[in-house]
């Protein structure tokens, strides 16, 4: 029991010690972020914000679209009746001329003729004109103004202030004051 009573006891003294040395660490550490503990804050008059401006050149995407005249060409395939009606007449006209081997010459050459008249009369394609729309972008600099910051002027008890801000403070400005005492 008495060893149970000793082991509770020490590790109750181990967390004391540990909250103290937490508690007593604390100021230094404020200390080094600039803050003291005897710090407060109140709020100052803005008497005149500057936008801090600075000129930067940006790369904006301009797009320009055009129409353009495009001809287009479809095929069509001969009529093979057509074609195979006039190489038929053909040879038959061609038959009634010459005799023998000639006869024969002359059918041939009626038929070659008869289709290719048969397939001249047909469209051999067409052509379509559209008008089509193309668009390609390209690249233009401007030069713009962008605000990196504010130069604030401020009155706090009869006293002016500048300082920079990231942001407009608008009227008014927290401020930190700092009391110390005077060590004489």
């Known amino acids: 029991m008495l060893k149970k009573n000793l082991i509770i006891a020490s590790a109750a003294l181990c967390l ?3 909250a103290a040395e937490t508690a007593s660490a604390d100021y230094p550490r404020a200390a080094n972020r600039g803050y003291q503990v005897n710090d407060q804050y109140a709020y100052a008059r803005v008497v005149d914000i ?3 401006i600075r000129t930067v050149r940006v790369e904006v995407p301009v797009r320009e ?3 353009q005249p495009v001809t287009y060409e479809t095929r069509r395939r ?3 009746g057509r ?3 006039g190489g038929i007449i053909g040879g038959l006209i061609g038959n009634q001329f010459g005799d023998g081997r000639g006869r024969d010459a002359m059918t041939v050459l009626g038929t070659v ?3 290719s008249a048969a397939n001249a009369d047909q469209p051999r394609g067409q052509s379509e004109t559209r008008l089509e729309r193309y668009c390609e972008t390209r690249y233009e600099y401007e030069e713009r103004d962008r605000v990196e910051g504010y130069r604030v002027t401020y009155r706090y008890k ?3 202030y500048t300082t920079r801000t990231s942001t407009d403070p608008g009227d008014r400005i927290r401020v930190r004051v700092r009391v110390q005492p005077l060590v004489d």
Do not use: D, M, V
């Open 78 to 80: 001969g009529n093979a």
């Open 50 to 52: 500057k936008p801090l």
């Open 16 to 18: 004391l010690a540990g």
């Open 83 to 85: 074609t195979i009606a």
């Open 158 to 160: 009869g006293e002016t």
């Open 113 to 115: 003729i008869g289709a």
């Open 65 to 67: 679209c055009y129409e």
